[in-house]
């Protein structure tokens, strides 16, 4: 037994400098990976290593400066100030109807509080009553709640009717939703593009070829570095789906907020009149980076929603894609330019037709 366990000793003594070797080994060998593949950033898919971006010119279609309290959030209470016709009709309801009859109907409850605190006190009544039912009250508060609820489901049913009846689309965007940034397609118009958060100076997860978010991009969190270029006044249709987990593609501004399911296509749209920047964001979680996905949707005017398709390398429904330059012709080499060898006329090799 004692021999047994010096041959122990001896080898866990042989096996350590070995085991040592290979820990010190393992830093350096991950040290050259991670000096040779990039950290993906904060914003961006793992898989895809950020691209350089060109210089931005501020002002241009496409890089429209925000206006302050216009589509984002500016610490206000309420909705946000809505630009499309759903919005404005479902944001009046909002205001002028439902917060109303909430306000009356918390105030009237309030006031039966107090009013049964203060009158069946037990001071003010050391008998208590006998009484259980009441057929006047009872029937009053039930056909009380069913008439406001009768008055809240015509507005609502006349809005669901608006929203979900869209007049035809003079636009179509296909929108996807990845882990964790979008990607937006124009069928007709043969434009797409991925679109991720721009993130700040600051930040140590930004590569060197990703430019910063200033403050002519939007507020942080919610500029991006390619938005949404759709034509003031036009019906735009948006195809909404995703690619791996739920997402939610939401725009407050225009009362949007469509479910991105993968394998399935959601249908919502928009008809806004006045130009400028408006953002929004997946507000569905979907891991990690949830809160770094997102939108930026510039309206623009149809002429320069025009120039924004040519730069993209697009073109107009209606009008034939620019033809690729005409590839010069090759020069023939030696061996080409040898006369071909007739070939026998039967099917057998040329060694047995001769």
Not at 90 to 113: D, R
Not at 272 to 280: A, C, E, I, L, S
Not at 336 to 345: M, R, V
Request: net charge neutral; glycine share 8%; proline share 10%.
């Amino acid at each position: 037994m004692r021999l047994i366990g010096w041959a122990i000793a001896l080898a866990a003594a042989g096996l350590t400098p070995a085991a040592a070797g290979a820990q010190s080994a393992a830093p350096t060998q991950n040290a050259a990976a991670a000096t040779v593949t990039p950290a993906a950033g904060t914003a961006q898919n793992p898989g895809r290593p950020d691209v350089g971006q060109p210089p931005v010119v501020y002002g241009s279609v496409g890089h429209a400066i925000p206006a302050i309290g216009i589509g984002e959030p500016d610490g206000r209470k309420g909705v946000q100030d809505q630009v499309t016709p759903i919005g404005e009709e479902a944001a009046a309801f909002h205001n002028n109807w439902l917060l109303p009859l909430c306000a009356l109907i918390s105030i009237f409850v309030l006031g039966l509080l107090v009013y049964a605190m203060v009158r069946f006190r037990r001071g003010a009544n050391p008998t208590p009553s006998r009484n259980s039912h009441n057929t006047v009250i009872e029937v009053v508060w039930t056909l009380v709640p069913v008439l406001i609820l009768v008055g809240i489901a015509v507005p609502s049913i006349r809005l669901l009717r608006h929203q979900y009846t869209p007049p035809p689309a003079d636009v179509t965007i296909k929108v996807t939703g990845h882990q964790w940034y979008w990607s937006y397609e124009y069928p007709d118009y043969g434009v797409t593009f991925d679109s991720y958060m721009l993130k700040e100076a600051s930040d140590p997860t930004r590569q060197a070829n990703q430019r910063a978010r200033t403050d002519r991009d939007g507020p942080p969190l919610l500029a991006v570095d390619e938005r949404i270029v759709i034509p003031q006044g036009k019906v735009v249709k948006f195809i909404i789906t995703a690619d791996d987990v739920i997402h939610s593609f939401a725009v407050p501004a225009f009362w949007i907020k469509q479910d991105a399911n993968p394998g399935q296509l959601h249908e919502t749209w928009a008809k806004v009149d006045r130009p400028g920047v408006y953002f929004g964001q997946c507000s569905e979680l979907c891991g990690a980076r949830h809160g770094f996905m997102p939108i930026g949707v510039e309206v623009t005017s149809p002429a320069q929603f025009a120039q924004w398709v040519a730069l993209k390398g697009g073109h107009m429904p209606g009008a034939k894609p620019a033809a690729a330059p005409a590839a010069a012709p090759a020069t023939a080499t030696p061996a080409e330019a040898q006369p071909a060898i007739q070939q026998p006329a039967t099917n057998q090799p040329a060694a047995q037709a001769k």
